[in-house]
């Protein structure tokens, strides 16, 4: 149900800085990062007035999850990798759902015209790897009137039903190493002040907490997809890796299963003369 193009390779990694760094994790990052509540698609669906009459883009799309998630408000969904085992998770994913979305091999410094115009583009755990200035001057001319760059995030609030999540986070740093991403993750992380310079200024950010009951093993999926705990690439570690996350976070399982409580975050940004 999706269809899958390329786009010349020369331009593919122009402005990705680690190329390749996502190559192999494909699977354990479909199964292992936490999909974005699903009410926060909806509230930013409501807020730009997608009403399945316009076009979304999805840019780092990865295996897809808000490509799928914004499928029944928008017209039509378009999907940008540059990591082709990504893209075939993506349209297997699609697949399944019985959907259909256009998938196309590329990044941020590929995006021209013939992809059409957009009601919204949402970028999602992707945005620090790409020439943000760059990427948000393109998108203007993307973009059509009232519509907006859309960035997700997800993080654990401190409640008592993430008390696993100090003890996750211990057993990655102890394999984090010499990550050559290490001052890109450091630094890129204030999209506020890129966005509030950009023709985009104008920002606005929604939340969602849902609680979830999560598989103990879907967690060391998670940890295996983590880049820093391979020195940015994968490594020999798994076995090592997947044994002592299930060793630090049994305590907290039952029966198999951690409960979780996820916030995704949706920082929407739009032109400020756009704006009410």
Avoid at 101 to 129: K, N, Y
Avoid at 167 to 176: E, G, H, K, Q, T
Wanted: with cysteine.
């Amino acid at each position: 149900m999706s269809q899958v193009a390329e786009c010349d390779a020369a331009e593919l990694h122009a402005d990705v800085r680690f190329p390749g760094r996502f190559q192999g994790l494909a699977d354990v990052y479909a199964v292992g990062r936490p999909v974005y509540p699903a009410r926060l698609a909806r509230r930013v669906a409501t807020l730009l007035g997608l009403d399945g009459q316009h076009d979304v883009l999805d840019l780092g799309t990865g295996p897809g999850f808000l490509a799928l998630d914004f499928r029944p408000f928008a017209r039509r969904v378009v999907g940008v990798d540059p990591e082709p085992q990504m893209l075939r998770v993506a349209a297997a994913a699609a697949r399944a759902a019985g959907v259909a979305i256009e998938l196309v091999q590329g990044s941020s410094s590929s995006l021209g015209p013939e992809l059409g115009r957009f009601r919204a583009v949402t970028i999602g755990r992707a945005f620090h790897w790409m020439d943000r200035p760059r990427t948000l001057a393109t998108l203007d001319t993307l973009i059509e009137p009232g519509g907006a760059v859309v960035l997700f995030a997800d993080s654990y609030p401190d409640v008592p039903a993430n008390a696993w999540h100090a003890r996750f986070l211990s057993v990655i740093d102890r394999y984090a190493g010499n990550d050559p991403a290490r001052d890109v993750l450091a630094t890129a992380k204030n999209h506020e002040a890129v966005l509030s310079v950009s023709p985009f200024g104008h920002l606005e950010r929604v939340a969602v907490l849902e609680p979830r009951t999560t598989p103990i093993e879907r967690f060391v999926d998670r940890a295996l997809s983590y880049g820093r705990a391979w020195d940015g690439r994968p490594g020999p570690h798994s076995e090592g890796l997947a044994r002592d996350i299930r060793a630090a976070l049994q305590p907290f399982a039952m029966d198999g299963l951690i409960n979780e409580v996820l916030e995704g975050t949706a920082l929407i940004a739009r032109r400020p003369h756009e704006v009410d």
